[in-house]
């Protein structure tokens, strides 16, 4: 599966984002989807998935109430609906398919073979 991650950009804290990860070649509803994020000089970090049934999500404690996963089977595309902006939140943002699915491996990027490009968020204060 090759991956395509877009919506990134500038925005003022307490702002929203959407961003965007197209997925194209084997169905993405076979896989686990995932979010990380890196910011400079600090390691990948789990930042949300979405399980195969495009149900069930898992997010970190760092986002959780302000972000939001969602999938779009027919369109085999993969959101992150980011609220309440925070300046911490400033990374490259990588979206991730994975063939895992327990909870350990999905929140470790190390649980993914599939990666998309990344990108850039950037939350001014």
């Known amino acids: 599966v090759q991956l395509q991650a877009s919506g990134g950009g500038l925005v003022q804290a307490g702002g929203s984002l959407r961003l965007s990860c197209a997925a194209s070649?084997?169905?993405?509803?076979?896989?686990?989807m995932g979010w990380f994020r890196q910011a400079p000089g600090k390691e990948r970090e789990f930042v949300g998935a979405?399980?195969?049934?495009?149900?069930?999500?898992t997010y970190a404690d760092s986002v959780k109430g302000r972000f939001t996963i969602s999938s779009d089977n027919a369109k085999n595309t993969l959101y992150l609906q980011m609220n309440s902006l925070k300046p911490e939140d400033t990374a490259v943002y990588y979206c991730?398919?994975?063939?895992?699915?327990?909870?350990?491996?999905?929140?470790?990027?190390?649980?993914?073979?599939?990666w998309g490009q990344g990108t850039l968020v950037t939350v001014s204060s």
């Open positions: 991730a398919a994975s063939t895992a699915v327990i909870l350990s491996n999905i929140r470790h990027h190390s649980g993914y073979a599939y």
């Open positions: 070649g084997r169905a993405f509803r076979t896989y686990t």
């Open positions: 979405i399980w195969r049934s495009g149900v069930s999500t």
